[in-house]
């Protein structure tokens, strides 16, 4: 190459793991104030060396990002070593993977994935998107109607929820464009009040914000996807999109050809089953007035 660059190392796994574990590295090293150029000559490489890791772009080598552990002060041996587990799950030949809430602590997973996307598609058949939900709708969905008896644990989990949606604030937010069905808005999480507080926040944010919103009318509940699923797309060619499920368990990340094939195939019907835009938020409105 001109520049005098090494040739960019292939993929070698799973896209959605390295995302997250990037992400991760990326969040460590500014904590530590180290710039990307100091990160790469410590591992004998390049700032834009560093730029692919973050991104997910490359594969990750252990001994690289142990010595950039080190230099960014993880000094826990334990938490250190589970990365590292993580790193060589990220090299494993393909994948369907699997997470329990077993894993540590720091491993945002699906946060690094949003904050990545430019463009997130959802499909929820329960509840309003954890993206676009307030925070006593969030409460009521966690502590299962009982907000009062909330734990620390809820708490905690309500609180990441409420900073997940700080991405649709940044420059360069991802496009969401949600698909819900009706049923979601006659489901009173936590009252009268709050599911109408709800409807008002949608109001709001599928007005002037990065969001799209259309709703599938009861006639046409279920005929286009079996349950709820997320599409996350990137804005770099080379990372393919991945597809999100939730489950009582965990969840499990999807990113074969085939598969997002299938869903997007759903997606796009979902769009023609569901409401306009225009007429969703009218929908909306007269929903917000009976309440």
């Known amino acids: 190459m001109a520049t005098g660059e090494p040739a960019p190392e292939r993929e070698s796994g799973p ?23 100091d990160a790469g000559y ?34 826990d041996e334990d938490a250190k070593a589970k990365f590292l587990e993580m790193v060589r799950r990220s090299n494993s030949p393909g994948w369907w993977h699997r997470y329990t809430d077993l894993m540590p602590d720091w491993f945002q997973d699906y946060v690094g994935l949003e904050e990545a996307a430019s463009r997130i598609l959802t499909y929820e058949t329960h509840f309003v998107p954890g993206l676009l939900q307030t925070e006593e709708y969030a409460m009521a969905i966690s502590s299962h109607g009982r907000p009062e008896l909330a734990t620390p644990a809820v708490r905690r989990r309500v609180s990441l929820r409420m900073q997940r949606q700080k991405v649709l604030a940044r420059p360069g937010a991802p496009r969401v464009w949600a698909v819900i069905d009706e049923s979601v808005l006659h489901r ?79 997606f796009d019907r979902l769009t023609v089953d569901a409401e306009t835009p225009d007429r969703s938020r009218q929908l909306l409105t007269k929903m917000r007035a009976d309440l």
């Not at 959605?16 to 990307?36: K, T």
């Not at 410590?42 to 080190?70: F, N, P």
């Not at 499920?245 to 759903?266: C, F, M, P, T, V």
Request: aromatic share 6%.
């Open 15 to 37: 896209t959605a793991l390295r995302i997250v574990l990037g992400a991760q590295l990326r969040r460590l090293r500014e904590a530590a104030e180290i710039s990307r150029a």
């Open 42 to 75: 410590a591992i004998r490489g390049s700032e834009s060396k560093i730029s692919r890791m973050e991104l997910g772009r490359v594969g990750l080598k252990e001994r690289d990002v142990s010595d950039l552990l080190t230099m960014y002060g993880m000094n």
């Open 188 to 266: 009173p999480m936590g009252g009268r009040r709050v599911l109408r507080d709800q409807i008002d926040y949608l109001l709001s944010v599928t007005k002037d914000g990065p969001v799209t919103l259309q709703i599938i009318p009861f006639a046409l509940s279920g005929y286009a996807a079996e349950g709820p699923f997320t599409m996350l797309r990137f804005s770099e060619s080379d990372l393919p999109d991945i597809v999100y499920l939730e489950h009582l368990a965990g969840a499990l990340y999807l990113d074969k050809l085939e598969e997002l094939e299938i869903y997007s195939r759903a």
